[in-house]
């Protein structure tokens, strides 16, 4: 089954508490835009309009597996691969 397809059913009691949860988030941004002075939030609103036209950032590039973002704290460096020459055989 595609993941597309797949969907989250919700009951009838999430469904009213998600609506009642977003009614009321409008009306707090509402009463917050009517206490905000009109030049701070014509200021406001020139940033969103920039922040939307810039759009989200780019991805950062992917890390080879194992790959540590940081370089290791002092004194614990990997350990440096063992020579071949100087191993002892096994017989």
């Known amino acids: 089954m ?6 989250t059913k919700r009951s009838r009691y999430e469904r009213e ?6 009614l009321r988030s409008k009306q707090i941004t509402a009463d917050w835009e009517r206490a905000v002075p009109p030049e701070r939030a ?3 609103a020139l940033e969103v309009e920039a922040a ?3 759009g989200p950032l780019p991805r950062q590039p992917d890390m080879a597996p194992g790959t540590m973002p940081h370089p290791p704290r002092p004194g614990h460096e990997p350990r440096p691969p063992k020579k071949e ?3 002892r055989s096994k017989y």
């Open 2 to 7: 595609p993941k597309e397809d797949q969907m």
């Open 42 to 44: 014509a200021a406001f």
């Open 52 to 54: 939307r036209a810039r």
């Open 17 to 22: 508490q998600r609506a009642a949860a977003n």
């Open 85 to 87: 020459e100087t191993r």
